[in-house]
Structures are given as C-alpha cells and as structure tokens.
C-alpha cells in the first residue's frame, strides 16, 4: 500500500527515491510470486528499469507504487513462463539421460513478514511444490483468470483447480497445526 498522503497519490517523485519508497514493496510482491530471492530482486531491477525508460508515460492516475507494481507484475509472469520453458527443457534433458523424471527441489528463504498467522501462511507456501505454490498465488492472491494461469503454467484447467484444491488443503492444515499449537 502507497504510503504518502491522498493529495500526493499520482503525482511522481523522483525516479532516483524509488528504491527507497517502493523497493521493499515490490521486493515482497516479487518474491512470493516467485519463491526465490534472487529471481525476485531480477524481476523488481527490470521493472525499475522498465518503469524509467516509460516514466514519461506515468499519467497520475494510480499511485505511483500502484503503477510500479503493475510493470513488476507483467516481469514477474513473464520471468515464470522463462522458468517453465527452461524447466520443461532441463526435463526432458534429465528424462533422457536418466530414463526418469527427475525431481527439482527448491527452499524458498524465510519470510519477513510479522503477523503470526500470516506468517505461518507464507512458511507454508514455502513448502508447497513450486508449480502448487505458484498456481495458489497467481490464481488466489493475484486473481490472475484461470485460463491466464494456465497458459503460465502450462497445465491444464482441471490440473490447475487440482493443484489449487491440493495446496489449500495444506495451507489449511499448516495453520490448523500453528493455532492448535500455539492453545497448548
């Protein structure tokens, strides 16, 4: 959320103070989009220098936070449908030289966010497969429509209301677990 005022919301400060007034932001937005610190702080340098290059075309009708997140969004799918190409390809590399479907394993560093059950969330998203993961937060949190999500992902429509169904499931027992823990 835009920090500054109403009256200052749609006007642009300068492009040398974005990383001080957005830059933990649009790193948050990124990196649970992506899983991967790394991936995230890529996709927010794109999206500044993204930005930068059309600032002439900002027209104050957002927030400029608003706006900047809008540009790291289109980074961020755009650095998922990356992934998955290459994903696909290293697949089929490791399929043929081993005869199986290897599989690839990622942590997703810890979070930074406070908020006890919020937090308990986002570990458990940590935990979850990265295509259910990446699946629950386009889909659920960023209501990204399906068949976008799909053509992301590269699944089908049931395999996606499948992957979101399995991963609330889990989300559900994480906290289940954490409150029922926490009573004790």
Same mark, same amino acid.
């Given at each position: 959320? +835009?920090?500054?005022? *109403?009256? /200052?919301? @749609?006007?642009?400060? /300068?492009?040398?103070?974005?990383? *001080?007034?957005?830059?933990?932001?649009?790193?948050?937005?990124? %990196?649970?989009?992506? @899983? /991967?610190?790394?991936?995230?702080?890529?996709?927010?340098?794109?999206?500044?220098?993204?930005?930068? #290059?059309?600032?002439?075309?900002?027209?104050?009708?957002?927030?400029?936070?608003?706006?900047?997140?809008?540009?790291? !969004?289109?980074?961020?799918? +755009?650095?998922?449908?990356?992934? !998955?190409?290459?994903?696909?390809?290293?697949?089929?590399?490791?399929?043929?030289?081993?005869?199986?479907?290897?599989?690839?394993?990622?942590?997703?560093?810890?979070?930074?966010? +406070?908020?006890?059950?919020?937090?308990? $969330?986002?570990?458990?998203?940590?935990? &979850?497969?990265?295509?259910? #993961?990446?699946?629950?937060?386009? %889909?659920?949190? +960023?209501?990204?429509?399906?068949?976008? $999500?799909?053509?992301? &992902?590269? $699944?089908? #429509?049931?395999?996606?209301?499948?992957?979101?169904?399995?991963?609330?499931? !889990?989300? %559900?027992?994480?906290?289940?677990?954490?409150?029922?823990?926490?009573?004790?």
């Amino acid at each position: 959320m +835009d920090e500054r005022p *109403a009256a /200052d919301i @749609g006007k642009r400060s /300068d492009p040398a103070c974005w990383v *001080a007034l957005h830059g933990e932001a649009m790193f948050a937005y990124a %990196r649970l989009r992506l @899983g /991967d610190s790394d991936a995230a702080e890529e996709a927010v340098q794109e999206a500044l220098l993204a930005a930068y #290059r059309s600032r002439d075309r900002f027209d104050g009708r957002s927030s400029e936070r608003t706006w900047l997140i809008g540009i790291l !969004r289109h980074k961020v799918l +755009d650095r998922i449908r990356r992934d !998955r190409r290459e994903a696909e390809h290293t697949e089929e590399v490791r399929w043929y030289k081993r005869g199986h479907w290897a599989q690839k394993q990622q942590k997703w560093p810890d979070t930074l966010e +406070d908020e006890e059950i919020k937090g308990t $969330v986002v570990k458990a998203l940590e935990t &979850l497969p990265e295509q259910m #993961r990446r699946a629950l937060v386009l %889909r659920e949190v +960023d209501r990204i429509p399906s068949e976008t $999500v799909c053509e992301i &992902l590269g $699944v089908s #429509r049931t395999n996606l209301w499948t992957l979101i169904h399995r991963g609330k499931l !889990r989300l %559900r027992q994480a906290v289940t677990e954490q409150i029922s823990g926490g009573a004790r």
